[in-house]
């Protein structure tokens, strides 16, 4: 006869402590990192190994508690379906990084890692065996489900893979694009040593006038006849300074480059290239003025998930933008779908 699951309190032949028959066995302790001051290191609270059922609900209910005393707004229930998903990795080395005072939520680990990332966030597509649905439900619908919540609610779920293994999964209730700025994910290229603002620059003394006491650089002087300029670094704050102040000429290479000319709309519109989907989602949000995930469910099938990342896709591409719960056309999105 069919009966009702619910996860973390299903009376079963496993998870009691003492060991469990079916071989998951939690081997490592979950770590999780909190952000009090984005300047600062973080503060760690450890979750012991222990059995499967115990293990996830103290992570579940340890993350709930850490997140909202920094003021965070994630539910409980989000929270749950994200931290399950430790049992697909076998509980390898589970991390949890809460940032943006609780409202972005990283959760990572070392496991087999998800080779398919878009099926993951389809509804029914799972890799739950049966020893793992003894502690989750195991249909396939945790990672659709916390996506399409928070999208709902203005904010993002993002699929990535760890540094040497395993996934990253990461929450918030602000869109992709900041919650990546927050970690720092997509990687923004470090500034060259010294370019940093704040960074002291030695300045180097002017060259002494003729006949000075001071002692003489091993280069030929200025006021030497024929005597050529040594070279010096481009752009070094000392060098102009001294140039300055003897009232010489400076170089030619030390001119800042001319920034190149704004490119034209229509050779953006060029570079962009939609899937099928894509096309679709633009179609339909052109015809109709506003346009969401419901109502390309409607227009077209598949899953709301699915019409939600297209519409993000084009979102980042600057062809719609969000308003409300629907996205609107851009100026460059009726170009595009001219």
């Given at each position: 006869?069919?009966?009702?699951?619910?996860?973390?309190?299903?009376?079963?032949?496993?998870g009691?402590?003492?060991g469990?028959?079916?071989?998951?066995?939690?081997?490592?302790?979950?770590?999780?990192a909190?952000?009090?001051?984005?300047?600062?290191?973080?503060?760690v609270?450890?979750?012991?190994?222990?059995?499967?059922?115990?293990y996830?609900?103290?992570?579940t209910?340890?993350?709930?508690?850490?997140?909202?005393?920094?003021?965070?707004?994630i539910?409980?229930?989000v929270?749950?379906?994200?931290?399950?998903?430790f049992?697909?990795a076998?509980?390898?080395?589970?991390?949890?990084?809460?940032?943006?005072?609780?409202?972005?939520?990283?959760?990572?680990?070392?496991?087999?890692?998800?080779k398919?990332?878009?099926?993951?966030?389809?509804?029914?597509?799972?890799?739950?065996?049966?020893?793992m649905?003894?502690?989750?439900?195991?249909v396939g619908?945790?990672?659709?489900?916390?996506?399409?919540?928070?999208?709902?609610?203005?904010?993002?779920?993002?699929?990535?893979?760890?540094i040497?293994?395993?996934?990253v999964?990461?929450?918030s209730?602000?869109?992709?694009?900041?919650?990546?700025?927050?970690?720092?994910?997509?990687?923004?290229?470090d500034?060259?040593?010294?370019?940093?603002?704040?960074?002291?620059?030695?300045?180097?003394?002017?060259p002494?006038?003729?006949?000075?006491?001071?002692?003489q650089?091993?280069w030929?002087?200025?006021?030497?006849?024929?005597?050529?300029?040594?070279?010096?670094?481009a752009?070094?704050p000392?060098?102009?300074?001294?140039?300055?102040?003897?009232?010489?000429q400076?170089?030619?290479?030390?001119?800042a480059?001319?920034?190149?000319?704004?490119?034209?709309?229509?050779a953006?519109?060029?570079d962009?290239?939609?899937d099928?989907?894509?096309?679709?989602?633009?179609?339909?949000?052109?015809?109709?003025?506003?346009?969401?995930?419901?109502?390309l469910?409607?227009?077209?099938?598949?899953?709301?998930?699915?019409?939600?990342?297209?519409?993000?896709?084009?979102?980042s591409?600057?062809?719609?933008?969000?308003?409300?719960?629907?996205y609107?056309?851009?100026?460059?999105?009726?170009?595009?779908g001219?």
């Amino acid at each position: 006869m069919a009966r009702d699951f619910f996860p973390f309190v299903e009376d079963g032949e496993v998870g009691d402590a003492g060991g469990a028959p079916d071989g998951l066995v939690v081997q490592h302790p979950a770590r999780i990192a909190v952000y009090d001051d984005p300047s600062a290191a973080p503060r760690v609270v450890v979750v012991e190994p222990k059995d499967v059922r115990a293990y996830l609900e103290e992570i579940t209910a340890t993350v709930n508690r850490l997140s909202h005393e920094q003021g965070g707004t994630i539910p409980f229930m989000v929270i749950r379906e994200i931290v399950e998903n430790f049992i697909h990795a076998y509980f390898q080395a589970p991390t949890i990084t809460i940032l943006d005072g609780g409202n972005t939520i990283r959760f990572s680990d070392q496991g087999p890692g998800i080779k398919e990332k878009s099926l993951a966030l389809e509804f029914g597509t799972t890799s739950a065996t049966e020893d793992m649905r003894r502690y989750i439900r195991g249909v396939g619908s945790g990672l659709p489900y916390a996506q399409q919540y928070m999208e709902d609610k203005g904010g993002s779920l993002e699929i990535e893979d760890n540094i040497s293994g395993g996934t990253v999964v990461t929450i918030s209730t602000r869109p992709a694009h900041d919650a990546r700025g927050l970690s720092n994910a997509g990687g923004e290229k470090d500034e060259p040593v010294g370019a940093q603002q704040g960074w002291p620059v030695a300045a180097a003394p002017a060259p002494p006038y003729p006949g000075a006491a001071t002692a003489q650089p091993a280069w030929p002087q200025p006021w030497q006849q024929g005597a050529p300029w040594p070279q010096q670094p481009a752009g070094y704050p000392g060098y102009q300074t001294a140039y300055q102040q003897q009232g010489w000429q400076q170089p030619g290479w030390q001119q800042a480059p001319q920034p190149a000319p704004p490119q034209p709309a229509w050779a953006a519109a060029a570079d962009v290239s939609l899937d099928d989907r894509g096309r679709q989602a633009l179609s339909l949000v052109l015809e109709r003025g506003a346009a969401g995930p419901t109502d390309l469910v409607q227009a077209y099938g598949s899953s709301a998930a699915t019409w939600s990342r297209a519409l993000a896709s084009l979102a980042s591409q600057g062809a719609v933008m969000k308003v409300g719960q629907k996205y609107q056309p851009t100026e460059f999105g009726r170009m595009l779908g001219a």
